[in-house]
């Protein structure tokens, strides 16, 4: 098997084995990951935990600095997205906070796609700036509105694509070309996308980040985070920003990933071919103004999507007729899809972007990133598809005409 290139599947299910030895130096085999439920390790001697503390011996010794379940997941992300390393972390927001101020320091600057998590725009422009770390963010669907605000300050550029909850796309070849050129480094939230779709390494970026909340984790149960990248830079993470933020996965949401990277692959196909059809089915409903999804051949980056991505992924936007109180109306008529924010679980979710995820932005700012009060998010989830369009259709019908 050493000759063969294994499917991603294959791999997701596989993992990348981690087998323990019994007391008696016998191999224990269990197949799923133990969970090392356990804050600290022991030394072996007074000479060795100096040695692991110096340094200079690699060893287990505390959990905030590591443990082997949160290491399985880490070098599992690393290997699906075709990275170094990579470092675990207690929720998205705590790993993109900690590639901010892994790079950044006050008088710094980033330079960011403009349509973002809610979250994670209000670390951008309330927060870090509170730090002194300026953020700009721009449309960045034009790469060149990234290039033309780039200075001699800017130490990290940052986009979400397929953007929340717009799914608009960033080009992340011709982005890290445009960084490279100036020797930044460009980190993606690959959360839409998940490593099944996407890998943003391959493309040309630096880092890579996932709110593990969703896709990864896959069954709504685990709040966590992953940042992938080469190991010099998560060394340095894990050494300034971990150990002294502290903001680490337990071992038991680490295992809880595990799990759920195994049936990644499954899981990503049917999203997306269930999104696919509830886009169809909406794009040609009359209540309907607007649907995004990068499937539809209407998307207008559409093209774009074929080429950086495998899939279209399960998240579908869209404008219903009727504004703000008819989107009310339809969340407030769902039978089988629940009215919640977080994506990316096996039930389907509908939520109002404008009043829940994304309330972080101003009036203004909705407007200009195309975020309406008719606005409704769907994460379509692995429920049989016709029971969702039915659901929807019922909805749908009490709306005013
Ligand atoms: N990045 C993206 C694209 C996200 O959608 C989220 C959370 C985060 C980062 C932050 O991750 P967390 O700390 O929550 O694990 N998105 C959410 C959403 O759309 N609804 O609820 C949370």
New binding site residues.
Partial sequence: MNERKLGIATIAVHGRKHFDKHETGAPIRAISTPIYQSSTFAFENAAQGAAIFAGEVEGYFYTRLGNPTVTALENEMAFLEGADAALAFA??????SAIALALCKSGDRIVASDT?????HNLFVETLPRLGIEVTEVDARDPENIERVLDERTRLIFI?TP???TLRLVDIGATARIARARGIPLAV?N??ATPYLQNPIALGADIV??????YIGGHGDT???VVVGSKEFMSRMRADVLRDFGGIISPFNAWLLLRGLKTLPVRMERHCENAMEIAQFLSYHPKIDSVYYPGLRTHPQHDLAKSQMRGMGGMVSFEVKGGREAGRILMDSVQLCTLA???GDVDTLI?H?AT??HSTYSEEDLIAVGITPGFV?LSVGLEDVDDLVWDLRQALARLPD
């Fill in positions: 929720s998205g927001m705590a790993a993109t973002l998590y809610g979250g994670t979400e953007a929340n909850p939230d959360t839409f980040m996932h709110s593990a909340t969703k709040v966590a985070g924010v977080s994506l939520e972007p829940m995820t998010r």
